[in-house]
């Protein structure tokens, strides 16, 4: 079957890193996507990996293993916009996405 | 450039009714998805329209469908309204590098 699998809940402080993880197991890969989402806002878009490796943009950077079907997405210097739900999305021939992961920020 | 809009942005039904949702994607993208999400299943994938065509189909009823238009938007329509129903319909399009783009949502409330 298709699964992706991510903490419902993580919290962090101000400043500090967080690393988010995600496994998946799907039919096929065409891509892993991560997003942000605020509570009552659509998803914005953070990043896509396809290649095996470490993606950086920012203080948000994406790491991919396809081999062992997994991803994270490390948040650095972290702000208190930042809590928010971050979610994993794997394509094969559609997107599928995880539950997500509600980041709790604390000062 | 103007982001993706979906109109209308709230909307209020009764079971058995029918909708139709509206989504104009970001100029020059061609990909345009739909996506429904509430609180217990997250965000699930509906369908994927390129150039007019429907190119993947998620694992809804044949009660949910959707077009393309030549000039990129989409529409999806809803018969016979269930209160499974009640959810928030996101539309996103997507550049030729994958990077993929919401709009605000239609916010549907099957009463």
């Known amino acids: 079957g298709q699964n992706i699998d991510q903490p419902t809940e993580m919290t962090a402080t101000e400043g500090a890193i967080v690393q988010i993880n995600c496994t998946y197991q799907?039919?096929?890969?065409?891509?892993l996507f991560w997003y942000q989402q605020h509570a009552g806002e659509a998803p914005t878009f953070l990043s896509y990996n396809v290649l095996d490796g470490l993606e950086e943009k920012g203080r948000f950077s994406s790491f991919l293993s396809r081999s062992k079907g997994y991803s994270y997405l490390l948040l650095k210097e972290l702000q208190m916009k930042d809590s928010a739900s971050y979610l994993c999305?794997?394509?094969?021939?559609?997107?599928?996405f995880g539950k997500g992961t509600r980041l709790h920020i604390l000062p | 450039k103007a982001g993706v809009t979906q109109t209308p942005r709230y909307l209020i039904k009764t079971r058995g009714q029918q909708v139709t949702l509206s989504c104009s994607p970001i100029?020059?993208?061609?990909?345009v998805s739909w996506y429904q999400q509430t609180p217990g299943q997250g965000l699930q994938f509906l369908f994927e329209y390129f150039s007019e065509t429907q190119r993947n189909k998620g694992n809804f009823p044949g009660r949910f469908s959707g077009r393309q238009f030549s000039n990129s938007r989409s529409e999806m329509n809803v018969s016979t309204l269930e209160l499974g129903d009640s959810a928030l319909y996101l539309c996103?399009?997507?550049?030729?590098?994958?990077?993929?783009?919401f709009g605000p949502g239609t916010r549907l409330t099957v009463l």
């Open positions: 100029s020059g993208h061609r990909s």
């Open positions: 799907t039919s096929g890969f065409n891509g």
């Open positions: 996103a399009s997507s550049s030729k590098y994958n990077e993929q783009f």
């Open positions: 999305a794997v394509r094969d021939d559609k997107i599928i």
